[in-house]
């Protein structure tokens, strides 16, 4: 499985931004999908999951009604809309793709490389 993450970029506070996340390798639909968030000196943090349907998904609370997670398993792509961006969202962004549900690292198997979002206040 590979995983292509990008969308990243420098934003002023307040600004939106989309990451796409690219996946091949398995059958994208049969897979939960994940986005976590890395800032520097910091733990990688959950951000957002679907489904593989795309018909369920959960949010951190850092995130509800900011963020909203979709996918289009025709393009095997899920993406990541980021409004309202606050400097503290300020990470690198990693899209992952499950191995089982749940919102921990360790339910994810496979990774992208990230992509550096910036938002300056």
């Not at 994208?28 to 990688?44: D, H, I, L, T």
Request: net charge positive.
């Amino acid at each position: 499985v590979q995983l292509q993450a990008s969308g990243g970029g420098l934003v002023q506070a307040g600004d939106s931004l989309r990451l796409s996340c690219v996946s091949s390798g398995r059958t994208f639909s049969s897979y939960g999908m994940g986005w976590f968030r890395q800032a520097p000196g910091k733990e990688r943090e959950f951000i957002a999951t679907i489904s593989g349907s795309g018909g369920g998904t959960y949010y951190a609370d850092s995130v509800k009604g900011r963020f909203t997670i979709s996918r289009d398993n025709a393009k095997s792509t899920v993406y990541l809309q980021m409004n309202s961006l606050k400097p503290e969202d300020t990470a690198v962004y990693y899209c992952a793709q499950a191995n089982q549900h749940g919102v921990t690292v360790s339910n994810y198997g496979y990774w992208g490389q990230g992509t550096l979002v910036t938002v300056s206040s």
